[in-house]
């Protein structure tokens, strides 16, 4: 790993209570959270085609996501659980995506930022539904998903490098750390990602 995102605020136990206590709303959260997080890899390629760099391994967390998605799928079908006609609208999200920097170079570094900082904070809590879910299979399942979204996490800044000097990624990097933790601890538990 490139760089080590430390988050500065840890999920409470009481985040991982609420989940567990509706297991169905969490999938189908889960899922839609995938759907999205392959659609955003997508989008960074569409807004910067130019960027040759980060093409290919866009386009594998793109499919890995969408990998994610369809098993999470494969779980809630086969418990008759049906993908949610609408969802609350992923405020953690909106507010991380509203401190990003206007101007096109500035922008995209503080979304790829963003994102990193999004895929460990999945990690930690996929972690913490592997640690305590009870069911043997999910458990796996979830053991499984948080490696991964750990390592998609080192990826976007990685992918940085080759545009923007290590200084620079680190100071938004450290700047994002701080607002993602205020974000997250001022939001309620829910049976959601976020
Ligand atoms: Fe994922
Ligand atoms: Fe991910």
Redesign the pocket.
């Known amino acids: 790993m490139e760089f080590e995102v430390e988050l500065r605020w840890k999920t409470p136990q009481e985040w991982v209570d609420a989940v567990l206590a509706d297991l169905p709303s969490f999938l189908q959260d889960h899922a839609d959270c995938?759907r999205k997080?392959s659609s955003m890899a997508m989008s960074f390629i569409a807004k910067c085609p130019d960027r040759v760099e980060m093409i290919p391994e866009l386009i594998e967390?793109a499919l890995?996501?969408l990998v994610?998605f369809k098993l999470v799928y494969e779980v809630m079908d086969s418990k008759g659980i049906a993908l949610p006609k609408q969802l609350e609208s992923d405020n953690y999200i909106a507010q991380l995506i509203k401190k990003c920097r206007s101007g096109l170079n500035e922008r995209l570094l503080d979304r790829m930022v963003v994102a990193s900082i999004v895929?460990a904070r999945?990690?930690e809590r996929f972690r913490m539904v592997a640690e305590n879910i009870e069911d043997v299979d999910l458990k796996k399942f979830y053991d499984m998903l948080w490696k991964?979204?750990f390592k998609?996490?080192d990826v976007f800044l990685r992918l940085a490098l080759s545009y923007w000097p290590r200084e620079t990624i680190h100071q938004r990097l450290n700047y994002f750390l701080d607002e993602e933790a205020i974000i997250c601890k001022s939001l309620p538990f829910r049976a959601a990602l976020h």
């Open positions: 995938e997080a967390i890995e996501e994610h895929e999945g990690a991964s979204e998609h996490s």
